[in-house]
């Protein structure tokens, strides 16, 4: 039972412009949501946090949106350069499970020049 | 850089060799590492939390006699493959946080795993 879903496999964007990346979840008992970026063999590097207290969260070129009600999350990188191309993962943990964490499947992300 | 570490980043063995991949903490203690496998173009699969000092709790589905953690210090963990076949081929990673609440996992760099 997938509990953090990336509905879209993949997502091509222009340099410079925005990538969105979305994630939605189903289990609402999740409160602390995190971004990871990963290359080719090599494991996730952590990016950006959310916890469920904020509805948005910004560090330089990335900012988390969380809309609870909905269940679902971004991941907003403006502007796009070609070194973002790689798969980002969603993942979500509960207080109730703590450091254990779902992932989604993971979006490819391509910056063409 | 990096605040977890893992070895060894890539294993070819025949069929039947049981594979031993570490996992260290290198700034921190951590009382609970995890380990996930990855097939690919899926998601990281949690297989077992690992606790220091104690036994690992496994996941639905994943053989504890099979996959042999150890959680010896608060450093170090390891997951032993015992007699690995074919499908038993995969990408294990590692991963470990502060014991702070609400801190992101820090993942190690994964083992790729070959059984022939």
């Known amino acids: 039972d997938q509990q953090v879903k990336q509905n879209s496999p993949s997502l091509s964007v222009q340099e410079g412009r925005i990538s969105i990346l979305n994630c939605d979840y189903t289990?609402?008992?999740?409160?602390?949501f995190l971004w990871y970026k990963k290359y080719p063999a090599e494991g996730p590097t952590f990016l950006i946090s959310?916890?469920?207290?904020?509805d948005k969260n910004e560090d330089g070129r990335f900012t988390v949106f969380l809309n609870k009600s909905a269940k679902h999350l971004s991941l907003h990188i403006v502007p796009s350069q070609p070194g973002d191309s790689a798969v980002y993962f969603c993942?979500?943990?509960?207080?109730?499970?703590?450091?254990?964490?779902?992932f989604g499947a993971g979006t490819q992300v391509v910056v063409t020049p | 850089g990096a605040v977890v570490s893992q070895h060894p980043s890539w294993v070819i063995c025949k069929s039947g060799t049981s594979v031993k991949i570490e996992c260290r903490s290198l700034?921190?203690?951590?009382?609970?590492m995890f380990w996930y496998r990855q097939f690919p173009k899926q998601s990281l699969m949690l297989m077992a939390t690992?606790?220091?000092?104690?036994?690992?709790?496994?996941e639905q589905g994943v053989e504890k006699d099979k996959f042999l953690i150890n959680h010896a210090s608060l450093t170090l963990s390891t997951l032993t493959v015992t007699s690995a076949h074919p499908e038993d081929s995969s990408f294990y990673i590692c991963?470990?946080?502060?014991?702070?609440?609400?801190?992101?996992?820090?993942f190690g760099d994964g083992t790729r795993l070959s059984i022939l």
């Open positions: 991963s470990a946080s502060r014991p702070v609440f609400n801190q992101p996992q820090h």
């Open positions: 959310i916890s469920s207290i904020k």
């Open positions: 690992s606790n220091e000092g104690s036994k690992a709790t496994y």
């Open positions: 700034d921190f203690q951590a009382t609970t």
């Open positions: 993942a979500a943990s509960g207080s109730d499970s703590w450091g254990k964490f779902q």
């Open positions: 289990n609402s008992m999740f409160d602390y």
